[in-house]
C-alpha cells in the first residue's frame, strides 16, 4: 500500500522558517490535489495550504497567507511547504494529504504519519 511520508520539521525559533517535504513510497495516479493540514495540542486538525495538482491553484489559512508558500512536483508525487516567519502558534504536528480521485470511484484521501513543528525560543 502507498504511504505518504512528511520530513522537514523540527524546533525552529520564532522567526525562522521551516521547508517541509512529503513524498509517496510509490506510484499513486489520479491526485486531484495536494496539501498540508496541521494540529496544534488540544484542537482540531485544520488546513494550512493546498494545491490543485493540474492547474496549480493554490489555497492558504489566512494564518498562514504571506508567510508560506505551498508547492509540487507532480512528476515525483512530492509536495512542499515553505514557512517562513514562523510564529509560535505555527507549532502543532503537520500532515500530508493527497486527495485521490478516481475516475469512476468515490474521491478518498490518503494522510502522512505527520511531522511535529515546534516554534519556540
Known amino acids: 500500500q502507498v504511504q505518504l511520508v512528511e520530513s522537514g520539521g523540527g524546533l525552529v525559533q520564532p522567526g525562522g522558517s521551516l521547508r517541509l517535504s512529503c513524498a509517496a513510497s510509490g506510484t499513486i495516479f489520479n491526485i486531484n490535489a495536494m496539501g498540508w493540514y496541521r494540529q496544534a495540542p488540544g484542537k482540531q486538525r485544520e488546513l494550512v495550504a493546498a494545491?490543485?495538482?493540474?492547474?496549480?491553484?493554490?489555497n492558504y489559512a489566512d494564518s498562514v497567507k504571506g508567510r508560506s508558500t505551498i508547492s509540487r512536483d507532480n512528476a515525483k508525487n512530492m509536495v512542499y511547504l515553505q514557512m517562513n516567519n514562523l510564529k509560535p502558534e505555527d507549532t502543532g504536528v503537520y500532515y500530508c494529504?493527497?486527495?485521490?480521485?478516481?475516475?469512476?470511484?468515490?474521491?478518498?484521501?490518503?494522510w502522512g504519519q505527520g511531522t511535529q513543528v515546534t516554534v519556540s525560543s
Open positions: 494545491i490543485i495538482t493540474s492547474s496549480g491553484t493554490t
Open positions: 494529504n493527497f486527495r485521490i480521485r478516481p475516475r469512476v470511484t468515490a474521491d478518498y484521501d490518503l
